[in-house]
């Protein structure tokens, strides 16, 4: 798998945890601890895409 074609799966699932975050958050059942979860995944993979992508 080439670096830019890694970048992009990493992209699509940061896109995808910010979807399921703005859902969780809306939805009256929310539960924190998965939301700040999903919240600490998304930055894990911001950070590596931007590491990946210098």
């Known amino acids: 798998m080439s670096v830019a074609s890694h970048v992009e799966e990493l992209r ?3 896109q995808s945890l910010s979807d ?7 939805s009256p059942a929310a539960d924190s601890v998965s939301i700040n979860q999903m919240k600490k995944e ?11 992508s210098h």
Request: glycine share 0%; net charge positive.
């Open 20 to 26: 399921a975050v703005k859902a969780a958050e809306r």
């Open 12 to 14: 699509k699932k940061h």
């Open 42 to 52: 998304k930055m894990r993979l911001k950070e590596e895409i931007i590491r990946l």
